[in-house]
């Protein structure tokens, strides 16, 4: 199992691995790797911190540098191993579990994306099952992964990479608040409809969408939809679109330097323009300023 991913010519190595295979055992990756694993189909069980899970694939774990998960090996596994700091350097396996003062605002706000690894309230938080459609775009983030480390075709690969595991990551937390939300039921009124709808946005930030794409997809009309998602959130269905988008856009802006016209496209942004205007609403400066202020990579060059 390969834990780590060499440059073709040696240059670098990076704290990051994929696995594909059948089985999984995280016994040799204990205090040295996360692991993000996925199951995409067949049924059977597993253990995870000692727990016996029953499963009905598609299902996502999310193992950290502690814990246990044992597949086995007629099951079919993708997964893939990386320390913290390919997130952001700055990161540990301490300090992602900390709100500790050394860490700065971005630091902070990159260890919001190894949630799912950290948070545990119940001893099978990590254990998430997407629907078809996250299943869908999981499958592909994993394969474009795979594809970035193993062709390393463009000067770019290690940054793509890293940001195909960034939308895995932010999948995760996606997939991890809706189970937060089942547990803790009673302290928030819950609606399956809106859900269903905050996780079909999430999972699908990078394409164009509309209400009427919304309607057709949730069988609501467009009023009630739009009434009951601002109820639920607080926001517009396209506020809460453009808000995930600049996070997204963010991290990619701070954790890797791919070119901002790919951030854009990546991000669901037709336009430069508008990605601009809309990034600065949000952040307060351009997206080229915000690359330059807080891009941990540049700065280390």
């Not at 204990?30 to 995409?40: C, G, K, T």
């Amino acid at each position: 199992m390969e834990i780590c991913t060499k440059e073709h010519h040696g240059y670098f190595t990076l704290d990051m691995g994929y696995y594909e295979g059948l089985g999984f055992d995280s016994s040799a990756l204990q205090n040295s790797r996360l692991s993000l694993v996925f199951i995409e189909s067949g049924s059977g069980i597993f253990l995870f911190n000692h727990q016996t899970i029953s499963f009905d694939a598609p299902v996502l774990v999310c193992a950290n540098e502690t814990e246990l998960l044992s597949i086995e090996e007629d099951i079919s596994v993708k997964a893939i191993l990386f320390h913290p700091s390919i997130v952001n350097s700055a990161l540990n396996f301490h300090n992602i579990r900390t709100t500790a003062s050394t860490l700065s605002t971005t630091e902070m706000q990159d260890c919001f994306y190894l949630d799912s690894f950290v948070n545990r309230i119940s001893p099978s938080y990590g254990v998430l099952f997407p629907n078809p459609d996250n299943s869908l775009r999981i499958t592909k983030l994993f394969e474009d992964f795979h594809d970035q480390i193993t062709l390393q075709d463009t000067d770019f690969w290690a940054c793509r990479s890293r940001t195909y595991l960034i939308e895995l990551l932010a999948l995760a937390n996606t997939l991890s608040h809706e189970k937060a939300t089942l547990i803790h039921t009673e302290k928030q009124k819950k609606d399956d409809e809106i859900l269903a709808v905050i996780t079909y946005l999430k999972s699908n930030l990078h394409k164009k969408i509309t209400i009427l794409d919304l309607t057709k997809q949730f069988s609501m009309n467009r009023t009630d939809l739009s009434k009951r998602f601002l109820s639920y959130t607080g926001e517009t269905i396209f506020q809460f679109l453009n808000r995930n988008r600049i996070e997204i856009a963010a991290a990619m802006l701070r954790d890797t330097l791919i070119p901002i016209s790919e951030v854009t496209e990546r991000a669901g942004f037709q336009d430069y323009s508008y990605f601009s205007r809309t990034f600065k609403k949000e952040k307060g400066i351009s997206p080229k300023h915000y690359r330059e202020q807080y891009c941990w990579m540049s700065k280390e060059n």
